[in-house]
């Protein structure tokens, strides 16, 4: 029996001119691109927890996702650019009723990378699942280590929610997952396409606003700061804080939460104790700045480390002066929070603080 929803062609222009297209998948060109991009693909690739390989023809597989795709509960896609087979993804775990939502996951071939093909595809696939489906949320979980995957998520601007420990089974161990969503309110009217386009093309998004943290917003927060810090404790100085016990300011914009600002008043300061932007560079943690800076009239006063270069450029071009460095402090800060790694993302050894003060306005 034909499901309304399966099967289905759907097509869309590359940037650099290719022709995009999500069809259901054929067995020959696929099992050629699969075999082509094994150690490509191995780091991301499910395994089986139990050490036995899930041993299953590639006729059975079809078979499977055929009937899944006509009870309504998946959408196979292989994905081609110009004909040939470039990837493929995956609208799974359709649930209908009151949650209305689904899962996505996908992957293009070694030689097809860089093409922008994936963040398309998504955009494509999802504004489908959404007219068609009538579904309200797309989901998609990313393993950290997974940097060309995360950047198709920060493109289309998704939300990110929370960090989900061992959720998978991946290259052999249970691996921790980022989550990022999106709902049809925060996608907008033109859907997933016309939100890529208008990110793509740096126009500006809807004005961002700035406001206290709630009780409603805790919970996005923690996820944050635990998937940031591994829990919601920073080390400053010699003192070991819960960020749950200072004010935050949120910032936000179409429903989206953008990043937060934690902060304390020192009397004749305000400290910033965590600062960070869900989309990095476009300019949200300088509004955050800038509205801690306007709100308090106060010298504003952070604590980063020496591995950190990123941040020390970014505080600096916003006028913040190195007003102290403290040798050894985060090994001492270690006594009190074992879990503060040895090594930078850099491969630069954590092991000092540097204080940065932005003076008040006269």
Request: proline letters at 6%; glycine letters at 10%; a neutral charge.
């Amino acid at each position: 029996m034909r499901s309304r929803l399966w099967p289905v062609d759907l097509a869309a222009t590359l940037a650099d001119g290719g022709q995009l297209g999500l069809r259901p998948l054929g067995r020959k060109d696929y099992l050629l691109l699969r075999a082509a991009n094994t150690d490509w693909l191995r780091p991301w690739d499910p395994t089986s927890p139990d050490g036995i390989p899930r041993t299953v023809s590639f006729t059975s597989l079809l078979s499977e996702q055929k009937a899944a795709a006509r009870a309504g509960s998946l959408l196979p896609f292989a994905l081609t650019v110009d004909g040939a087979l470039a990837g493929q993804l995956n609208v799974s775990n359709i649930v209908r009723g009151a949650f209305r939502s689904c899962t996505m996951g996908y992957w293009v071939g070694r030689e097809f990378a860089g093409r922008g093909i994936a963040p398309l595809a998504v955009a494509v696939a999802g504004d489908y699942a959404i007219a068609a489906a009538g579904l309200h949320r797309i989901e998609i979980n990313i393993r950290p280590e997974n940097v060309a995957s995360l950047a198709v998520v920060h493109k289309l601007g998704f939300r990110s929610e929370c960090i989900r420990p061992r959720y998978l089974h991946i290259d052999g161990a249970w691996c921790d997952h980022l989550s990022f969503a999106l709902t049809t309110e925060e996608i907008g009217p033109g859907g997933l396409r016309a939100r890529l386009a208008g990110l793509e093309s740096g126009r500006p998004r809807d004005a961002v606003a700035i406001r206290p943290a709630t009780a409603e917003d805790l919970p996005w927060l923690t996820c944050q700061w635990r998937r940031a810090w591994g829990s919601t404790q920073v080390a400053i100085g010699d003192d070991l804080l819960d960020l749950r016990d200072h004010p935050a300011r949120v910032a936000a914009a179409a429903g989206e939460m953008l990043g937060y600002l934690v902060y304390r008043d020192l009397g004749g300061a305000r400290e910033i104790l965590a600062l960070e932007a869900v989309h990095p560079g476009r300019g949200v943690g300088q509004a955050l700045i800038e509205d801690a800076a306007e709100e308090t009239r106060l010298p504003l006063v952070l604590t980063t480390t020496n591995d950190n270069l990123n941040a020390l450029g970014f505080y600096q071009h916003l006028g913040f002066v190195i007003t102290d460095v403290r040798p050894g402090a985060i090994d001492r800060a270690r006594e009190r929070k074992p879990t503060i790694p040895l090594l930078g993302d850099n491969g630069l050894p954590i092991r000092d603080e540097i204080v940065l003060t932005l003076p008040q306005s006269d």
